[in-house]
C-alpha cells in the first residue's frame, strides 16, 4: 500500500511561484511513475509532469511546458513540482498519483493542495 501526502499549495499572485510536494510513504518502488494532476470544477483531471521514480523520464502537458519542473528525491521519498510564472488559469486542485510501470492505471493518489493564482 502507498501512502502520498501533498503539500505546498496556496494563494499566489500571477506570475510568481510554488513548490508542490508529494511526500511518499508505504511500499513504493523504483518501478513506479509518480504524476502530477490537476482538478478544476467542471473540468476533466488533467495529467500536467510525470516522472519515473527510478529517474530520468519525464513528461509535460503543453499547459505547462516550460513553467513547471518534476522532480524527486528518492532519499527524502518525494516528488516536487517546481511551478513557474503562475497564470490565473493555473488555479485548480493539485493531485498527487502513483502507478505501476507496468499499468495505465494510477492507483495512489494524495487527497490535494489548493492552488489560486490571482491579484
Known amino acids: 500500500q502507498v501512502q502520498l501526502v501533498e503539500s505546498g499549495g496556496g494563494l499566489v499572485q500571477p506570475g510568481g511561484s510554488l513548490r508542490l510536494s508529494c511526500a511518499a510513504s508505504g511500499s513504493i518502488f523504483s518501478t513506479y511513475v509518480m504524476g502530477w494532476f490537476r482538478q478544476v470544477p467542471g473540468k476533466e483531471r488533467e495529467l500536467i509532469a510525470r516522472i519515473a521514480w527510478s529517474g530520468g523520464s519525464t513528461y509535460y502537458a503543453d499547459s505547462v511546458k516550460g513553467r513547471f519542473t518534476i522532480s524527486r528525491d528518492s532519499a527524502k521519498r518525494t516528488v516536487y513540482l517546481q511551478m513557474n510564472s503562475l497564470k490565473p488559469e493555473d488555479t485548480a486542485v493539485y493531485l498527487c498519483?502513483?502507478?505501476?510501470?507496468?499499468?495505465?492505471?494510477?492507483?495512489?493518489w494524495g487527497q490535494g493542495t489548493q492552488v489560486t493564482v490571482s491579484s
Open positions: 498519483a502513483g502507478r505501476r510501470v507496468i499499468s495505465n492505471k494510477y492507483d495512489y
